[in-house]
Protein backbone atom coordinates (compact mmCIF):
# COMPACT_ATOMS: atom_id res chain seq x y z
CA UNK A 1 0.00 0.00 0.00
CA UNK A 2 1.55 3.61 -1.37
CA UNK A 3 1.97 6.67 1.79
CA UNK A 4 -1.21 8.33 -0.53
CA UNK A 5 -3.55 5.67 -0.02
CA UNK A 6 -2.38 5.09 3.31
CA UNK A 7 -2.96 8.83 4.27
CA UNK A 8 -6.12 9.07 2.01
CA UNK A 9 -7.80 6.11 4.08
CA UNK A 10 -6.66 7.72 7.48
CA UNK A 11 -8.33 10.85 7.11
CA UNK A 12 -11.63 8.95 5.81
CA UNK A 13 -11.63 7.27 9.05
CA UNK A 14 -11.13 10.59 10.54
CA UNK A 15 -14.33 12.48 8.86
CA UNK A 16 -16.43 9.23 9.76
CA UNK A 17 -15.17 9.75 13.40
CA UNK A 18 -15.84 12.79 13.55
CA UNK A 19 -18.78 12.18 12.03
CA UNK A 20 -20.00 9.45 14.34
CA UNK A 21 -18.87 11.42 17.23
CA UNK A 22 -20.63 14.47 16.57
CA UNK A 23 -24.45 12.18 16.08
CA UNK A 24 -23.67 10.18 19.16
CA UNK A 25 -23.38 13.52 20.84
CA UNK A 26 -26.79 14.77 19.69
CA UNK A 27 -28.35 11.28 20.50
CA UNK A 28 -30.12 11.11 23.71
CA UNK A 29 -30.42 7.52 25.80
CA UNK A 30 -33.72 7.03 28.28
CA UNK A 31 -32.88 4.91 31.46
CA UNK A 32 -34.74 3.66 33.98
CA UNK A 33 -35.05 1.97 37.02
CA UNK A 34 -37.41 0.77 39.64
CA UNK A 35 -40.26 -0.45 37.27
CA UNK A 36 -40.47 3.13 35.18
CA UNK A 37 -40.18 4.87 39.12
CA UNK A 38 -36.94 6.88 37.72
CA UNK A 39 -36.05 7.72 34.44
CA UNK A 40 -32.58 8.91 33.28
CA UNK A 41 -31.65 10.74 30.34
CA UNK A 42 -28.17 11.52 29.11
CA UNK A 43 -26.38 12.50 25.90
CA UNK A 44 -24.26 10.36 23.76
CA UNK A 45 -21.33 12.23 25.54
CA UNK A 46 -22.13 11.20 29.24
CA UNK A 47 -24.19 14.48 29.81
CA UNK A 48 -26.87 14.13 32.48
CA UNK A 49 -29.35 16.23 30.81
CA UNK A 50 -32.67 14.81 32.24
CA UNK A 51 -33.99 13.13 35.54
CA UNK A 52 -37.96 12.31 36.13
CA UNK A 53 -38.43 11.16 39.31
CA UNK A 54 -42.11 10.16 39.72
CA UNK A 55 -43.73 11.21 43.57
CA UNK A 56 -44.51 7.41 44.62
CA UNK A 57 -40.73 6.82 44.51
CA UNK A 58 -40.43 8.80 46.68
CA UNK A 59 -40.49 7.55 50.23
CA UNK A 60 -38.97 9.94 53.00
CA UNK A 61 -38.18 6.76 55.75
CA UNK A 62 -35.72 5.17 52.43
CA UNK A 63 -33.82 8.34 50.75
CA UNK A 64 -31.18 5.87 50.34
CA UNK A 65 -33.16 3.85 48.59
CA UNK A 66 -34.49 6.75 46.54
CA UNK A 67 -30.74 7.52 45.73
CA UNK A 68 -30.09 3.98 44.80
CA UNK A 69 -32.75 3.90 42.28
CA UNK A 70 -32.11 7.08 40.74
CA UNK A 71 -27.89 5.95 40.47
CA UNK A 72 -29.42 2.49 38.74
CA UNK A 73 -31.91 4.81 36.04
CA UNK A 74 -28.91 7.06 35.20
CA UNK A 75 -26.59 3.69 35.05
CA UNK A 76 -29.03 2.23 32.15
CA UNK A 77 -29.11 5.09 30.38
CA UNK A 78 -24.93 5.31 30.08
CA UNK A 79 -25.19 1.68 29.35
CA UNK A 80 -27.46 2.36 25.87
CA UNK A 81 -25.35 5.17 25.32
CA UNK A 82 -22.17 3.49 25.79
CA UNK A 83 -23.54 0.09 23.54
CA UNK A 84 -25.09 2.39 21.04
CA UNK A 85 -21.07 3.83 20.97
CA UNK A 86 -19.67 0.78 20.08
CA UNK A 87 -22.02 -0.22 17.12
CA UNK A 88 -22.09 3.20 15.57
CA UNK A 89 -18.27 3.70 15.77
CA UNK A 90 -16.09 3.08 12.60
CA UNK A 91 -14.35 -0.12 12.85
CA UNK A 92 -10.80 0.89 13.21
CA UNK A 93 -9.59 -2.25 12.47
CA UNK A 94 -10.18 -2.21 8.74
CA UNK A 95 -6.88 0.05 8.49
CA UNK A 96 -5.16 -2.97 9.16
CA UNK A 97 -2.91 -1.63 12.17
Excluded at 13 to 22: E, F, G, P, S, T
Amino acid sequence: MDMNALLQQAQQVQAQLQQAQKDLEATEFKGSAGGGLVEATVKGSGELVGLVIKPEAIDPEDLEGLADVVLAAVRDASAQATSHAQTVMPNLGSLGL
